[in-house]
């Protein structure tokens, strides 16, 4: 993930195993300092850092139980420190893996990741989907559940 801060300093997070992460330079090719590596709880791989009111997350697959499962932690601070916050979705069907992304579009959330359902679906014949996602008052992320139909159309 590369992540770009109100202040413009862009970040990189990246990691199988554990997580690490480096200031970009302005130019988004260069780093500009060293490389901190740390490992969130049940950390995997694939790390997505956004920002939202004033709080920074980092959602992650993970395995604390096979296959993986997205958990995430929570900072004041994109360089941390990470607080864990807990799992965000349970294993998906069908696939081994899986790996979020996140956004914020016309007034809703939404939780991007994928699983294996498809009739010819499988851990390496993966779909992506969609579904809604909803914060608490203090900031922390609801669990979602996957459904199969998905959000509604956008107009």
């Known amino acids: 993930t590369v992540f770009v801060d109100d202040d413009g300093q862009a970040y990189m997070f990246w990691g199988n195993g554990s997580c690490k992460w480096v200031k970009l330079k302005e130019n988004m090719i260069e780093m500009d300092g060293p490389i901190t590596t740390f490992k969130p709880k049940n950390y995997i791989e694939g790390p997505w850092v956004y920002k939202r009111k004033n709080l920074y997350y980092l959602v992650y697959a993970s395995a604390g139980t096979k296959p993986e499962m997205i958990e995430y932690c929570t900072a004041t601070n ?13 294993n998906v069907p069908n696939s081994f893996t899986t790996h979020p992304g996140i956004i914020d579009y016309k007034g809703n959330s939404y939780f991007f990741y994928h699983n294996g359902t498809l009739p010819t679906g499988g851990s ?7 579904d809604y996602m909803y914060y608490n008052e203090d900031g922390t992320i609801q669990k ?3 459904t199969t139909e998905g959000v509604k159309a956008l107009k």
């Open 78 to 90: 994109p360089a941390g420190p990470w607080n864990y916050q807990g799992i965000i979705q349970e």
């Open 124 to 130: 390496y014949r993966r779909s992506v989907c969609v």
């Open 144 to 146: 979602i559940v996957q």
